[in-house]
């Protein structure tokens, strides 16, 4: 027996029992044979069918297709969308105010300047989430203690297509530190320092309506100032200077390209173009007389109880303004930012109207202030001439009226000067409207000369809101009042008196003419502006040199002069200087005291300085205009 190898393979049955020992059967003979055996081939590949690989094939070179053509329109057509969409989100385009120019009087006092200040900004998008909204505007009401319904309707009109809405320019400098020092706990907040508008001269209120104030953009502004590139956040001059410079106060704003990370923080400045700081402006007007005449005026009102007063002063060389005077006046730093609800009701409920500009933009009776231009006028046009007398006895009488003279039992023989000095109705009453065989002006030809003196129209100085005032004519008066023109009318008007309207700007301009011999200046508050170490000097700017004949202007200086000698203005004489001047009273109502006139010019023989005041319902012009005027003269030629 053979001994049994034991890696031979030995076979089993069913139940897998080896029936018998079978020597030398291996592996491969094993499955070789059985395999030989089967009657048929196995197929050896894939049970997938040619038709279905045809059909698999189409369908990924479709999807192919469809890819390769979204991944073109990403790059080619979208592409330069989608890079600029994921540079926004990288870059920060920001800009960079320009510093506003500041503002000094004639010496160089400063008036206006620039503060720092912080600007709190909300991102726009918390808008539109209600609970991130609403925890924002939590922290922004105890931030600057405000009320959240104010604020909430102060976000709800703000517009504009920037990602931050800017809730004010003036956030308190507490508050500004606490947001910076933890940016993580006011994440819907920014914090940008910089600088805000300020008055220096806070004592002296009667600049504000000058100088002016800035404030916020409406909706019309915007409209106007963003075709010059303005933002919809920024400041502009709302009054005076402020309003009228705008342009010039302003300077060119810069920019920079800011690369911020993830949460919007800078990381990096990639570019940037300096700002070019506002111009600064030199004033003509003198900030110590400005507050010389405000103290004398207050004065005055708890003295007298006088409530509003103009004073306009002007140099008669140039039209220069020295001082522009609204009594009373009010604190313009109440409105660099946003005023409160309160203490604006109070200014526009005031009895006194402290916000309006009366210097500029009140229209009131003349007074005898006008005469002067009658007489003028009345010498040019041959209807008198400097040795014409007039008998005054009291007043003239037409038909069953009487225009009387303001002295009873009249003022005598009087020519032109004496007219003027004594301020002597029935002179001009003649002179004027004509009597009995005297033939006068007339009304036209009055009214002719007013206009080339500067009435009846703006004068256009450089602040704005300036009236016009007012110069009637008999076909106004036939379409308004549907009346006829009466010669009544012609007499009040000589006098300045019936439905002439003049602003006291316009008063101290005609007086100019008289004080330089005949020109008639634009009248100018700014002196100059410097730009970036360049100075440009604004010309004087002449409107009318033709006014009246150097004949006629010589002869009724001669009348102003008296008036200081030997009329109504005769405490002026005691001045040190050569003073000429007119005084006045206008009726302007029924049951109120009259206004009060004066007008003048100094030093008579080479004046530089005009001075005209209107202290109204302040009665004679004489007893309480002339002593201001002379406190003023006083005060400027011998202030040191």
């Known amino acids: 027996m053979n001994q049994q190898s034991p890696f031979s393979i030995q076979p089993m049955d069913g139940l897998g029992v080896i029936p018998a020992l079978q020597e030398d059967i291996d592996f491969e ?10 009657s048929e081939a196995d197929f050896i590949g894939t049970s997938i069918t040619e038709t279905r690989w045809k059909w698999a094939g189409i369908t990924m070179a479709v999807l192919f297709a469809l890819l390769l053509g979204q991944a073109a329109q990403l790059q080619i057509w979208h592409g330069n969308s989608f890079y600029a969409q994921a540079e926004g989100n990288r870059i920060r385009d920001e800009v960079i105010p320009a510093d506003r120019g500041r503002i000094l009087d004639r010496s160089g006092t400063v008036l206006v300047n620039n503060i720092p200040a912080f600007s709190l900004w909300i991102k726009r998008d918390v808008l539109d989430d209600s609970d991130k909204y609403l925890a924002a505007i939590d922290q922004m009401a105890l931030l600057l203690n405000e009320d959240v319904h104010e604020l909430h309707d102060q976000l709800l009109s703000s517009d504009g297509l920037s990602d931050e809405l800017l809730v004010t320019h003036n956030m308190p400098t507490a508050a500004a530190l606490e947001v910076l020092a933890s940016p993580e706990a006011y994440e819907y907040l920014r914090v940008e320092a910089g600088v805000r508008r300020y008055d220096v001269d806070v004592q002296s209120q009667t600049l504000s309506a000058l100088l002016g104030y800035t404030g916020s953009m409406n909706e019309d502004e915007y409209a106007e100032y963003r075709q010059s590139g303005y933002q919809k956040n920024e400041l502009i001059g709302k009054i005076g200077i402020e309003e009228s410079y705008e342009q010039v106060l302003r300077g060119f704003p810069g920019t920079r390209r800011v690369e911020v990370d993830a949460v919007g923080h800078p990381q990096s400045i990639l570019e940037k173009r300096d700002a070019v700081d506002g111009a600064t402006l030199t004033l003509h007007i003198d900030a110590g007389l400005q507050a010389m005449i405000e ?21 008669p060389r140039d039209g220069g303004i020295r001082a522009l005077v609204s009594y009373p006046g009010f604190d313009s730093n109440l409105f660099m930012d946003k005023i409160d609800q309160d203490q604006y009701r109070a200014l526009l409920e005031d009895p006194a109207r402290p916000l309006f500009s009366r210097a500029l933009s009140g229209q009131f009776p003349s007074g005898s202030t006008f005469k002067p231009i009658v007489a003028a006028a009345a010498l040019d046009a041959g209807v008198i001439t400097e040795h014409t007398t007039v008998l005054s006895t009291g007043g003239i009488r037409i038909g069953q009226f009487f225009f009387p003279d303001w002295k009873a039992g009249g003022h005598g023989i009087v020519d032109v000067r004496k007219a003027i000095a004594d301020s002597v109705n029935t002179f001009f009453y003649m002179i004027g409207g004509g009597y009995l065989d005297f033939e006068g002006l007339g009304l036209d030809r009055m009214m002719t000369s007013a206009a080339a003196f500067g009435l009846g129209q703006p004068l256009g100085i450089d602040v704005p809101h300036e009236a016009s005032g007012f110069l009637p004519s008999a076909a106004w008066k036939n379409e308004v009042k549907q009346e006829p023109w009466y010669i009544g009318d ?5 006098i300045g008196q019936g439905d002439i309207l003049v602003t006291p700007l316009q008063v101290a301009a005609f007086t100019t003419v008289f004080a330089n011999g005949g020109t ?40 102003l002069r008296q008036t200081v000698t030997q009329g109504s203005g005769r405490r002026l004489n005691g001045l040190p200087i050569p003073v000429a001047g007119k005084t006045g009273t206008a009726q302007w109502h029924s049951t109120k ?11 008579y023989d080479d004046p530089e300085l005009v001075v005209t005041i209107l202290i109204e319902e302040g009665g004679e012009g004489s007893a309480v205009a002339v002593p201001l005027a002379y406190d003023i003269f006083d005060w400027w030629f011998y202030k040191e």
């Open 295 to 315: 103290a004398h005026l207050a004065q005055l009102e708890n003295e007298q109880g006088i409530r509003n007063a103009s004073v306009v002063v002007m140099d």
């Open 520 to 559: 008639l200046f634009e009248p100018q508050v700014v002196d100059r502006y410097e730009s970036q170490g360049k100075i440009q000097d604004i010309a004087p700017r002449i409107i009318n040199s033709e006014t009246a004949s150097p004949e006629a202007i010589a002869i009724v200086r001669e009348g």
């Open 490 to 494: 012609t007499y009040h008007v000589s």
């Open 29 to 38: 003979d094993t499955l070789g044979h059985t395999y030989r055996n089967r």
């Open 593 to 603: 005291e009259n206004h009060a006139w004066f007008t003048g010019f100094a030093p």
